[in-house]
């Protein structure tokens, strides 16, 4: 068996409504045999993975893969379920799973979800399916998969996922950022989280946030400037100071009196932390070590206490120990930490909640100052101190003492995070008991403890799963000091979907939103735009474009197009929206990405209806079945979101329905566009004046139009500034390349980007109503990676829309031979019509050249192009000028005074 390919869905998508990825699998020389046609097969693989016994499957009980493996299922089947378990093996929590053919024998997609603070570029799924796969393969090949072996390989995943995992203090944020309903994403395999959206947006990394001082942190990197600014404020600290050779380390020995500490100025995490040195050699063996330029400080007696001040307030406390064993009699030191070391709190680094202690120089020395080495049997009860550095870095442990201590320590503790700056920090203190009062004079000589280091960054392991006492959520505390009063760090964002008409609504929810002063940032299928900026230019409507959008801290508003080819490849880049608009479903994309009907668009367009919040609005076009079919979903849940219909006869069924209950509506009603609130009739704007309208010529503006107003007016928009905007929007500047108008000479073009049958008869109708079918001329490019059959569709359309046409290729074909997708469009035209004057042209330039040459005075040119901005820079060398559209309407309306009444009646589908 092979994996082909494997891809990841950030965030919810047709399948589930986490992160996935879908793997695709050949099965090679299993292909078209089953589990019962391999004997003993279901045994094997169960000695080696007995968990596959519990596995559900379709049953939806213990044991039911186990029957549909006896029974007989592909291999497809088990590699995904093989997958599972494995993944659980390690601790990875994992548990949906589905394989579907991906339509050729023995090639299978398996889709498997994945933890959702995954990082995106981890390793471990590529490696979890590879590791499935073989042993698979294997035990069909008849092997049975030695126990060691596949203990070694888990041992190595478990590694691996450790290395990838976030650590207990980031998890904890996430979590409670979750608990809150912020949205919150990881960036690759790092610990830095943006928590919310836009100008809401905040930045973690670990335990700092994008609020923290960086002098505060320069501070308390510097253990000598942090114990002179303390000394200088008053705070008890350890008498001492710096040293940058062997002989000033030795003299403050002398001065200071043993023992004494010595500590890398700028060190870390307790790495090269001596404590208890009482003589030269000692100091001089320990300023070696720390690599030179390091603080001396008198040693205080009394317990490690670490106090973490979040945001001006003490929210826990935690006693530590260093790491150390306890002898049993029976065992050697060796063994005793190996014992130790088997907790499964323990991990490599920080991945785990406590860190394996190591036998390294600092334990064994350590040891020798206790008279043992790794082989000595210490007696029953007897501590071994394997550190005398506390840090849970080097294998300490912290219980919780948050509720003892005293206020006076936490009072010293706010004034110490506030001298240095720090939003976040961990205190580390020496006291003989943090339940005492601190004496009234804050002289270390008198008191014998104080504070003895400052951390930035502190780590949150030791209140999140003490040894002892409570559990800390200091994850929460920290969410709280960043999104004060129960904010959920969003912004008003709206999502954009459909067939046709998307990027057009999108554009114009857009224009709408800026006019009530909010900053908008757009994604769209000419790129993303931040406050009318484009700051990325191309297909913008996946998941990454959309967190371009809602990670910029400019943006007070999303307004997102969301796309199939994005939510099926990647899902997407969000998990709720305020506003969801579906504008119409037709026959477009089918063949591509497991798309064959209609049906399946409609699955994946309803994934957007699904994402809008519980209170959310959903926005659906009342005209299209499709669409209309999407509200009766069991997961779009229509009671739980407020439903907004948009159509163009206020008589239509659903429509009427909908208003009769009270609800919500806009509409086209008497040659106006109209927002309906039962049975109450509030006029927004005349059809005749929706720019791109034509006076009424292109209904389609108009159905765009209510869909905008719908959405905008669902995030509060009033309805003087819908009314006002929608009016000042100028499609040649605000929407182009959908039905922009240009001249050249004594012929109109008119650019569009309509690219599937109900979409080029939708513009060609409003071409008919405006110049005649008889003076209609197309310059056309079609995609090539839509089915034949709905290239087939498109000819006929224009077949029976143009009088002549010029038919080019895109200039990437996609997957097509050059000039087959015009020459299949040219044989279904003159299938269609025989007499059709229809010629091909090589490209874009010489398509529109061919054209003009086909023309005649008052004639209008269809100009479908394949990219914009090229197609435009031809047009504009050749001498084309920008056409006011009211001149264009106008002129048409003096050529055929019949034209001059006409009635919005059709919900078709806009370019």
């Given amino acids: 068996m092979k994996i082909l390919s494997i891809r990841r869905l950030r965030g919810p998508n047709v399948h589930l409504s986490r992160p996935a990825i879908v793997a695709r699998l050949h099965l090679d020389a299993l292909t078209g045999r089953e589990t019962s046609d ?41 590699t995904e379920h093989v997958s599972i378990e494995l993944s659980q093996r390690i601790g990875r929590d994992v548990s949906f799973g589905r394989t579907v053919s991906a ?45 060691a072996d596949l203990a070694e390989r888990l041992t190595a995943l478990t590694a691996l996922a450790e290395r990838e995992a976030t650590g207990p203090s980031t998890r904890s944020i996430i979590a409670a950022a979750r608990r809150r309903g912020i949205p919150v994403e990881r960036y690759a395999d790092l610990s830095l989280l943006r928590l919310g959206w836009g100008t809401r947006r905040r930045l973690a990394w670990a335990a700092m946030t994008d609020r923290t001082s960086g002098v505060g942190v320069d501070i308390a990197a510097d253990k000598q400037v942090t114990r002179r600014l303390l000394e200088d404020a008053g705070v008890p600290v350890a008498p001492g100071g710096a040293a940058r050779t062997v002989a000033e380390a030795v003299h403050l020995l002398d001065v200071l009196g043993a023992p004494v500490v010595v500590k890398p100025r700028q060190g870390r995490q307790g790495e090269h932390v001596e404590l208890n040195l009482r003589t030269p050699g ?7 070590a720390a690599g030179g330029d390091v603080v001396v400080e008198r040693q205080f007696a009394g317990r490690d206490y670490r106090v973490l001040v979040v945001a001006g307030e003490v929210v826990a406390v935690a006693e530590r120990v260093a790491a150390h064993v306890v002898g049993d009699g029976e065992s050697t030191v060796a063994r005793l930490v190996a014992q130790t070391n088997a907790d499964p709190r323990r991990g490599a680094g920080h991945a785990q909640v406590l860190t394996r202690i190591q036998l390294d120089a600092n334990a064994l020395a350590a040891l020798d100052r206790q008279g043992c080495t790794p082989d000595t049997v210490p007696a029953a009860g007897r501590q071994v101190w394997l550190r005398e550095n506390a840090n849970l870095s080097t294998g300490g442990t912290g219980s919780d003492v948050t509720d003892r201590a005293h206020p006076d320590v936490t009072r010293l503790c706010l004034r110490v995070a506030a001298l240095v700056g720090l939003d976040i920090a961990g205190i580390d203190l020496r006291l003989a008991d943090i339940a005492a009062p601190l004496p009234p004079t804050g002289d270390p000589e008198q008191l014998g403890a104080g504070v003895i280091e400052v951390n930035a960054v502190p780590g949150l392991r030791m209140h999140l799963a003490p040894v002892r006492g409570r559990s800390r959520d200091v994850g929460d505390a920290i969410v709280r000091a960043m999104f004060p009063g129960g904010s959920d760090g969003r912004i008003p964002t709206v999502a954009v979907t459909g067939t046709n008409g998307k990027t057009t609504v999108t554009r114009l929810v857009a224009h709408v939103l800026a006019g009530t002063g909010l900053r908008v940032g757009v994604a769209s299928t000419d790129g993303v735009a931040i406050d009318g900026r484009v700051v990325r230019l191309g297909d913008s409507t996946g998941p990454r474009s959309a967190q371009m959008v809602l990670g910029d801290p400019g943006v007070q508003a999303a307004v ?34 497991g798309l064959e009907s209609i049906e399946d668009l409609a699955h994946v367009k309803a994934l957007i209806a699904e994402r809008v919040r519980d209170g959310g609005t959903l926005v659906l076009n009342a005209d299209d079945p499709w669409v209309r079919s999407i509200a009766e979903r069991p997961r779009v849940r229509a009671d739980r979101k407020r439903l907004v219909w948009f159509g163009t006869d206020s008589r239509q069924p659903v429509l009427a329905e909908h208003l009769g209950r ?46 905008a107003a719908a959405a905008a007016r669902a995030l509060g928009a009033a309805l003087d500034v819908v009314a006002e905007r929608l009016a000042a929007f100028e499609p040649r500047v605000d929407n182009p390349g959908r039905a922009t108008l ?13 690219h599937n049958p109900a979409a080029i008869a939708t513009v060609l109708r409003t071409l008919h109503r405006l110049w005649g079918p008889q003076r209609c001329v197309a310059a056309v490019t079609l995609p090539g990676d839509r089915r034949d059959d709905l290239l087939a569709a498109s000819a006929q359309v224009l077949a029976d829309g143009v009088t002549r046409a010029v038919l080019y290729d895109d200039e990437d074909p996609r997957g097509r031979a050059p000039g087959e997708v015009s020459a299949l469009v040219e044989r279904e035209m003159r299938g269609r019509r025989p007499l059709i004057q229809a010629v091909r042209a090589p490209g874009y330039q010489a398509g529109v050249e061919a054209a003009l040459r086909l023309a005649v005075a008052g004639d209008v040119i269809l100009v479908l192009y394949e990219k914009l901005e090229p197609m435009l820079h031809h047009l504009e060398g050749l001498g084309a000028v920008p056409a006011d559209s009211a001149v264009v309407h106008a002129e048409r309306l003096s050529a055929h005074p019949s034209r001059a009444v006409l009635r919005s009646t059709s919900a078709a589908a806009s370019p």
Avoid: K
């Avoid at 969301?562 to 939510?567: D, F, L, P």
């Fill in 38 to 78: 391999v004997a003993g097969f279901t045994e094997r693989i169960l000695r080696a993975l007995p968990g596959l016994a519990e596995h559900h499957c379709a049953a939806g009980s213990p044991g039911g893969f186990v029957s549909r493996m006896r029974g007989g299922t592909y291999f497809g089947h088990v």
């Fill in 103 to 147: 339509g050729e024998p023995g090639l299978y997609d398996l889709i498997i979800e994945c933890p959702v603070d995954e990082s995106p570029d981890s390793t471990l799924p590529a490696e979890l399916l590879e590791t499935a796969a073989e042993l698979v393969a294997a035990v069909a090949g008849g092997e049975s998969v030695p126990a």
């Fill in 282 to 288: 000692d100091v001089e063996r320990a300023y070696t």
């Fill in 560 to 593: 997102l197009e969301t796309a199939r080819g994005g939510t099926l490849r990647r899902g997407l880049g969000y998990d709720w929206t305020d506003v969801g608009v579906l504008t119409n479903i037709t026959a477009d994309h089918l063949g591509q990405d």
């Fill in 662 to 707: 009270g609800g919500t509506a806009y509409v086209l009603q008497d040659g106006w566009l109209v927002q309906a609130n039962g049975g109450r009739r509030t006029p927004l704007l005349r059809v005749a004046d929706v720019p791109g309208s034509f006076g009424g010529a292109a209904p389609y503006a108009a159905v765009n139009a209510l869909a």
């Fill in 742 to 754: 240009l001249r050249l000479g004594d012929v109109t073009l008119f650019v569009d980007y309509a």
